[in-house]
């Protein structure tokens, strides 16, 4: 059974750092692209970062490109999200997932989601 466990969110002061983690088990992580999206109170889940797991493209959404860093270790089945420079706007449920499709953007195409992590930025 697919698995996955965000770990690492917490309450932040702008202008600070943090390092979110997912922990992926119960499939083949290789077979599939990885993502972070972001989901805060009254709005719409977000897509903020992606990484094919095989080959390690790394895709970052407009919006946050700069600041979040996603990467993947090999040796554990997990995949980071560096978040820099926090900001109050960054403030929200942050989601890893793993996905079968091509668009790694899309929301949708997610076959496995975690229960989310909390990240809190105060100004």
């Known amino acids: 059974q697919a698995h996955l466990v965000e770990s690492g969110g917490g309450l932040v002061q702008a202008g600070g750092s943090l390092r979110l983690s997912c922990a992926a088990s119960?499939?083949?992580?290789?077979?599939?692209?990885m993502g972070w999206f972001r989901q805060a109170p009254v709005k719409e889940r977000e897509f903020v970062a992606g990484i094919r797991w095989s080959i390690g493209d790394t895709y970052i959404a407009d919006s946050v490109k700069g600041r979040f860093t996603i990467s993947r270790d090999n040796a554990k089945n997990t995949v980071d999200l560096q978040i820099n420079s926090l900001k109050p706007e960054d403030t929200a449920v942050y989601y890893c997932?793993?996905?079968?499709?091509?668009?790694?953007?899309?929301?949708?195409?997610?076959?496995?989601w975690g229960q989310g992590t909390q990240v809190t930025v105060s100004s």
């Open positions: 119960g499939f083949t992580v290789s077979a599939y692209r």
């Open positions: 997932a793993a996905s079968s499709s091509r668009n790694i953007m899309w929301s949708r195409g997610y076959d496995y």
